[in-house]
């Protein structure tokens, strides 16, 4: 069984920095591409950023690019996301994901889904 945990989330002024982590156990992290996603009260969830499984593609929303990174250590089973210059409306809970099917490509549908952080971003 596939299982991702988040952590990192929390409360910051606008201009500041946050970097979430998300572990994965129940199968060979390195074999998969993985994904953040993010869902603001009363929104849907929307696509942040994505990396491949060697972690030299990624892929990010137009909200985001130039002030987030995403990252992955294999050896630690570990994604990150870089959050830089963080504005109000990058409040949201923050959800790491990942696909059923190994490739070498960026993933397109996400089965697993971690339980979300919360990062909350003040004026």
């Known amino acids: 069984q596939v299982q991702l945990v988040e952590s990192g989330g929390g409360l910051v002024q606008a201009g500041g920095s946050l970097r979430l982590s998300c572990t994965a156990s129940g199968r060979t992290f390195s074999s998969y591409g993985m994904g953040w996603f993010r869902q603001a009260p009363g929104k849907e969830r929307d696509f942040v950023a994505a990396?491949?499984?060697?972690?030299?593609?990624?892929n990010y929303a137009d909200s985001v690019k130039g002030r987030f990174t995403i990252s992955r250590d294999n050896a630690k089973n570990t994604v990150y996301l870089q959050m830089n210059s963080l504005k109000a409306e990058d409040t949201a809970v923050y959800y790491c994901?990942?696909?059923?099917?190994?490739?070498?490509?960026?993933?397109?549908?996400?089965?697993?889904w971690g339980q979300g952080t919360q990062v909350t971003v003040s004026r």
């Open positions: 994901a990942a696909p059923r099917n190994s490739g070498s490509s960026l993933p397109k549908k996400y089965d697993y």
């Open positions: 990396i491949n499984w060697r972690g030299d593609n990624t």
